[in-house]
T-cell receptor, first 114, second 112 residues
Framework: DSGVTQTPKHLITATGQRVTLRCSPR?????VYWYQQSLDQGLQFLIQ???????AKGNILERFSAQQFPDLHSELNLSSLELGDSALYFC?????????????FGPGTRLTVT | AQKITQTQPGMFVQEKEAVTLDCTYD???????LFWYKQPSSGEMIFLIY??????QNATEGRYSLNFQKARKSANLVISASQLGDSAMYFC?????????FGTGTKLQVIP
C-alpha cells in the first residue's frame, strides 16, 4: 500500500458526460501528479500540483482540469467525455518538487466511456 | 524536449538468473532524475529505484541496481536472481524541469 488513495476505483459513463476523480496523497506529501495510461498512448503525464498551485503541465486536454485543495487532496475533472478518454488514471504524490523525490502511485481509477 | 526509449517490448528470463532491462533517454535539462517502476498485472505502479543525474555511484535497492551511463544517456535496470513475482511490466521514467516522461515499458516474464 503506497498510502495514496484514489476514488472511485472504477467508473463507467457515457460520451459527453463529466466525471471527477479524487486523490488523497500520502501523509506529508505536498506534490500531486496526474497520469493517464491507455493502450495506445502509454503512460502520459497530465499535470502536477504543489501545495495547492499548478507547477507543471503535460499532455492534458483542454476538456480536462484539475485542482489541489488546502487539505492537499486533488481532483481531476474530465468533461465532454469521448470514447478515447477510456483509460486508467493514476494519481501520484511526492514529498516536494526536487527531481530526487520518488513518486508513490495510487491504485488508479479505471474510466470506461461508452 | 524529453524522451525515454525502451527498446525491448518483451523479455524472458529464467528464474534465479539476472536480467537487464534497457532504457535510454534524451533531455536538455542539466539536472534530472531517472526512475524505474514495476507494474504487475494487478495494475498498481510500484517504485523500484532512483538515480540522480549528478550521482556518481549507481543506485542499488536490494536485488535492483541501475546501470547509469551518463555519456551514453542510458539507465538500464538490472534485476539479480529473478523470481516468479518479478513478472510484470517495467517502466523507465525521467523527471526533468516541470516534466515527467515515461517509456513504453518492457514486459518481463520469469520462467520457472
Amino acid at each position: 500500500d503506497s498510502g495514496v488513495t484514489q476514488t472511485p476505483k472504477h467508473l463507467i459513463t457515457a460520451t459527453g458526460q463529466r466525471v471527477t476523480l479524487r486523490c488523497s496523497p500520502r501523509s506529508g506529501d505536498l506534490s500531486v501528479y496526474w497520469y493517464q495510461q491507455s493502450l495506445d498512448q502509454g503512460l502520459q503525464f497530465l499535470i502536477q500540483y504543489y501545495n495547492g498551485e499548478e507547477r507543471a503541465k503535460g499532455n492534458i486536454l483542454e476538456r480536462f482540469s484539475a485542482q489541489q485543495f488546502p487539505d492537499l487532496h486533488s481532483e481531476l475533472n474530465l468533461s465532454s467525455l469521448e470514447l478515447g478518454d477510456s483509460a486508467l488514471y493514476f494519481c501520484a504524490s511526492s514529498l516536494g518538487l526536487a527531481d530526487s523525490y520518488e513518486q508513490y502511485f495510487g491504485p488508479g481509477t479505471r474510466l470506461t466511456v461508452t | 524536449a524529453q524522451k525515454i526509449t525502451q527498446t525491448q517490448p518483451g523479455m524472458f528470463v529464467q528464474e534465479k538468473e539476472a536480467v537487464t532491462l534497457d532504457c535510454t533517454y534524451d533531455t536538455s535539462d542539466p539536472s534530472y532524475g531517472l526512475f524505474w517502476y514495476k507494474q504487475p498485472s494487478s495494475g498498481e505502479m510500484i517504485f523500484l529505484i532512483y538515480q540522480g543525474s549528478y550521482d556518481q555511484q549507481n543506485a542499488t535497492e536490494g536485488r535492483y541496481s541501475l546501470n547509469f551511463q551518463k555519456a551514453r544517456k542510458s539507465a538500464n535496470l538490472v534485476i539479480s536472481a529473478s523470481q516468479l513475482g518479478d513478472s510484470a511490466m517495467y517502466f523507465c521514467a525521467m523527471r526533468g524541469y516541470q516534466k515527467v516522461t515515461f517509456g513504453t515499458g518492457t514486459k518481463l516474464q520469469v520462467i520457472p
